[in-house]
């Protein structure tokens, strides 16, 4: 499944299938880049981080793409499991400064 | 190892009256920051410290809100007196440096509910 972040706040995925959440950035000047899950009743957790010098990074599971021409940048997560249900949000952390903006974020939720 | 800590989890207070939440970051992180996340929303930082230092309050309310980190280590926000709009949930976060790449962790959050 996939969803336009911002605009579709909310997918839904069955258990297995690949599952693409996509955000849209404002500063184009912003150099790093984060993604982050928060499961309710949690703070944000970190899932993987990419720097503006780089167009795509895989971790476990998880792979993050960032298109810069476009300020777009998505998270892919492969075989999506139940465990991955809870809210996706993008950061963007803007050159000479340490605070993060965040994006409104995208509800995941796996049916089995 | 123990993550960041925040405390209470949940506060219901009724307008105009006062209320404080409390952090407890990571050990050895020097940097601390407090968050507010409104539903459906991502968080928006509110202050920052470096230490006992406030770097970057600019995005705090300083005519209701004020946040001290006396000792470079806990911080309490209060809010005072509380307005209806301040309903969301106040997390706090520490990183090991103020550095761009220094991951931010973040504890639980209050939720606080003003009615």
């Known amino acids: 499944g996939e969803s336009v972040g911002l605009h579709l706040p909310t997918l839904s995925v069955q258990e297995g299938d690949n599952s693409i959440i996509n955000c849209a950035y404002s500063n184009s000047a912003s150099d790093y880049f984060i993604w982050y899950k928060q499961e309710s009743g949690k703070g944000p957790q970190f899932i993987i981080d990419i720097r503006s010098n780089m167009d795509k990074r895989q971790g476990q599971r998880v792979t993050v793409l960032l298109n810069k021409t476009v300020k777009h940048l998505s998270l892919q997560i492969a075989a999506t499991q139940p465990g991955d249900s809870a809210v996706y949000f993008c950061?963007?952390?803007?050159?000479?400064?340490?605070?993060?903006?965040f994006g409104k974020g995208t509800s995941l939720l796996v049916t089995p | 190892e123990a993550g960041v800590v925040q405390s209470p989890r949940y506060k219901i207070i009724e307008k105009k009256q006062p209320v404080a939440f409390w952090c407890n970051p990571i050990s050895g992180h020097n940097t601390l920051y407090w968050y507010r996340q409104n539903l459906g929303q991502g968080p928006e930082l509110l202050i920052r410290y470096e230490n006992e230092e406030a770097v970057d309050d600019s995005q705090l309310p300083k005519d209701r809100f004020s946040a001290e980190r006396l000792k470079g280590v806990d911080s309490t926000l209060k809010i005072q007196p509380a307005e209806l709009g301040d309903s969301a949930v106040y997390l706090c976060?520490?990183?090991?440096?103020?550095?761009?790449?220094?991951?931010?962790?973040f504890g639980p959050g209050t939720r606080l509910t003003v009615l």
């Open positions: 976060a520490s990183s090991l440096a103020p550095g761009l790449y220094n991951e931010q962790f």
């Open positions: 950061a963007e952390n803007p050159p000479a400064g340490y605070a993060l903006n």
